[in-house]
């Protein structure tokens, strides 16, 4: 049987879910390391810049404090060298373990190591290098996290890190509603420690989703995953980041999805699954038959606050590096023109996003990243489906869920692999975790 060594004290992958439950000892909250991480997962979860630190920035006239606006203060590379540092030396404890498992799944490395190579023909080298070299530490990182834990100890980690994001979020927004409340748009929302309030809106889903397939411990456990949940689903709404309220739609219905296969027998799940395609096309062509009433309910434009017109001259960009782009996160800079000629097409001088995944990684990494991207996508989803069976574990569910999660970033405002992001990490524990899984199922000769 293939699985990841786990070190002492903790419980194997391939353990039943009943046997995991069942140890008290499996507790992550007795962990040092547990306390070391919350630092680094907030400050990626902030994608590298807490709202505290962007105040001034929060007016309609300023904008979102993102690593791209290159804050360049010594506090922030502080802020750098002491969180992607505690990240290296958490480690190495599980160096040898760790490399092994890098080794064994090397297609991570394609992505964070393309963009390195992207310096070359970077307007930006340092930046491109710099920015590459730390999403090649939060790909490590994110092994790392599949490796070091088990898959309940993730979950645990996860929801720690939700909840003391989401309790100092509402402390902002009540206590300092500069830092807490994003002013920056049209329609002002919370954005508590993040940001901007899409971002908030974004993280804020994510750090959500192990709860719907967490046990939480004891009599009151019940009401724990309640208050949960009711905290998370309240910052979303409050940030009035429509986009978020519609992956967060997008994604309840998928797990709602999940749950009821989980449930049926295999030829009953080929059935329903041979059926989900058109349902969902049908729900497209009706949303498309009445976008203009929706648009107008949701408060949207029919231009989706100028994303259509974003999507229709990016091309234009693209052309003229369509295979290896502009380089990593060099697009979007004061010293490419093609952004100044995009932006203008756009009627949008300030544009500083595709506001589309897979227009963004073009524009970036060209056609060469977009088949990096896509081989790691297509083979997290072959292994998702190998898992897939009526005695799926929830921790299972929830990697299916979060691997659902990176794929809408095909058709979101957000791009792959992005700067300090702990989106990408994630995808790694998730990936890591589903092609184990995948093993395990396989040795077992399980249908």
């Known amino acids: 049987m293939s699985t990841l060594a786990a070190p002492q004290g903790v419980l194997p992958r391939t353990a039943p879910r009943a046997v995991e439950r069942a140890r008290p000892s499996d507790s992550i909250f007795k962990l040092i390391v547990t306390y070391v991480l919350l630092g680094p997962l907030l400050f990626i979860a902030a994608r590298g810049a807490f709202s505290v630190q962007g105040m001034s920035y929060n007016s309609k006239m300023g904008q979102a404090l993102t690593p791209e606006s290159g804050q360049g203060s010594t506090l922030h590379s502080a802020e750098l060298i002491g969180f992607y540092g505690i990240m290296l030396l958490v480690m190495y404890p599980v160096l040898k373990q760790l490399i092994r498992t890098c080794r064994k799944h090397w297609p991570?490395?394609?992505?964070?190591?393309?963009?390195?190579?992207?310096?070359?023909?970077?307007?930006?080298?340092?930046r491109t290098l710099s920015f590459a070299m730390l999403s090649l530490i939060l790909t490590v990182f994110g092994i790392y996290l599949a490796v070091r834990f088990n898959p309940r100890q993730q979950m645990q980690l996860f929801l720690a890190t939700g909840l003391v994001a989401v309790v100092v979020s509402f402390v902002?927004?009540?206590?300092?509603p500069k830092a807490g409340i994003d002013y920056k748009n049209v329609t002002v929302g919370a954005e508590g420690i993040y940001p901007?309030?899409?971002?908030?809106?974004?993280?804020?889903?994510?750090?959500?989703?192990?709860?719907?397939?967490?046990?939480?411990?004891?009599?009151?456990g019940g009401v724990k995953r309640a208050i949960y949940i009711f905290l998370h689903l309240a910052l979303i709404v409050a940030a009035l980041a429509r986009t978020g309220w519609g992956v967060l739609i997008i994604l309840l219905c998928f797990i709602l999805l999940l749950r009821f296969m989980h449930r049926l027998r295999p030829v009953e799940r080929i059935l329903v699954a041979g059926f989900?395609?058109?349902v969902v096309a049908l729900g497209l062509w009706l949303v498309y038959?009445?976008?203009?009433?929706?648009l107008k309910f949701i408060g949207k434009d029919p231009t989706l606050s100028g994303r259509t017109v974003?999507?229709?001259?990016?091309?234009?960009a693209i052309v003229k590096s369509p295979i290896i782009g502009f380089g990593y996160d060099a697009f979007w800079t004061i010293t490419n023109p093609e952004a100044h000629r995009l932006a203008l097409a756009a009627g949008d001088p300030f544009l500083n996003n595709a506001e589309n995944g897979v227009l963004g990684m073009l524009l970036e990494l060209g056609i060469v990243g977009m088949?990096?991207?896509?081989?790691?996508?297509?083979?997290?989803?072959?292994?998702?489906?190998?898992c897939f069976r009526r005695n799926t574990p929830d921790y299972v569910l929830w990697y299916m869920v979060l691997m659902f999660f990176t794929l809408l970033s095909l058709v979101d405002g957000d791009k792959f692999m992005f700067p300090n992001a702990i989106e990408?990490?994630?995808?790694?524990?998730?990936?890591?975790?589903?092609?184990?899984?995948?093993r395990r199922v396989k040795s077992l000769g399980v249908s």
């Open 310 to 316: 974003i999507w229709a001259v990016a091309p234009l």
């Open 424 to 438: 990408w990490p994630v995808f790694m524990m998730a990936y890591v975790g589903l092609a184990e899984e995948a």
């Open 196 to 220: 901007s309030k899409n971002t908030c809106s974004g993280i804020t889903i994510l750090l959500l989703l192990p709860a719907f397939f967490y046990t939480f411990p004891g009599k009151w």
């Open 371 to 386: 088949l990096a991207v896509s081989w790691v996508l297509f083979k997290g989803t072959v292994n998702a489906f190998r």
């Open 108 to 126: 991570l490395f394609l992505l964070p190591l393309w963009a390195i190579c992207s310096t070359a023909w970077s307007s930006e080298p340092k």
């Open 172 to 176: 902002l927004i009540v206590a300092l």
């Open 289 to 294: 038959v009445n976008s203009a009433p929706i």
């Open 276 to 278: 989900t395609p058109a």
